[in-house]
């Protein structure tokens, strides 16, 4: 009886102990949803302030606004506006990093226009406020940077992601990130 009440605790505590452990196990096992900002299959994504972790670095963009000028820079396309967004990115390789802002782009609309999307306004002029990431930069290991991308963007548009997909020396592609969010309009400053 002793050896029954014994064997019927042990496999109590060995279930307890297994269940909360199921989600952790099953994402190891590739059953349930993905964690947040990791690549599953060649592709994460998150929201606004979540952190993505590329193989490189890792990034969160903190927030984003639409507006109809920065710092005194218009959009030069008729019908579109300004996406400001603030990001951070970490370095959390062996080495230092060289980095740009063109890393990063921006996407708009269905999934079917091929032509929803842009790369920073440095791409087409100089940057117009010290504010922004630089066009080119060094991340030195565990170096963190926090700026800001500005973008051109149809007006009407309001459901943006900011992406990037990770290029390797040998000219191969790994995974691809997206952050998904609604832009706010400008407040007051």
Request: with cysteine; aromatic share 14%.
């Amino acid at each position: 009886m002793k050896k029954a009440v014994s064997l019927i605790l042990v496999l109590t505590l060995c279930a307890a102990a297994l269940s909360g452990c199921g989600s952790i196990l099953g994402r190891l096992l590739g059953d349930g949803d993905p964690q947040t900002g990791y690549a599953q299959d060649g592709y994460a994504e998150g929201r606004i302030g979540d952190t993505l972790h590329t193989a490189f670095f890792d990034y969160t963009v903190n927030s984003a606004y639409l507006c109809d000028s920065f710092e005194g820079y218009f959009p030069t396309q008729d019908g579109f506006r300004l996406l400001v967004a603030e990001v951070t990115v970490q370095n959390t390789f062996q080495k230092s990093i060289p980095m740009y802002d063109e890393d990063f782009q921006v996407q708009w609309g269905d999934n079917e226009d091929e032509d929803a999307y842009d790369v920073p306004i440095t791409y087409y002029t100089e940057a117009v406020s010290d504010r922004q990431l630089p066009t080119e930069y060094e991340l030195t290991v565990d170096e963190s940077r926090t700026g800001l991308l500005v973008f051109e963007v149809p007006q009407g548009e309001k459901d943006f992601s900011i992406s990037y997909l990770e290029f390797f020396d040998d000219g191969t592609s790994g995974d691809v990130f997206f952050v998904f969010f609604t832009a706010e309009e400008q407040t007051a400053m």
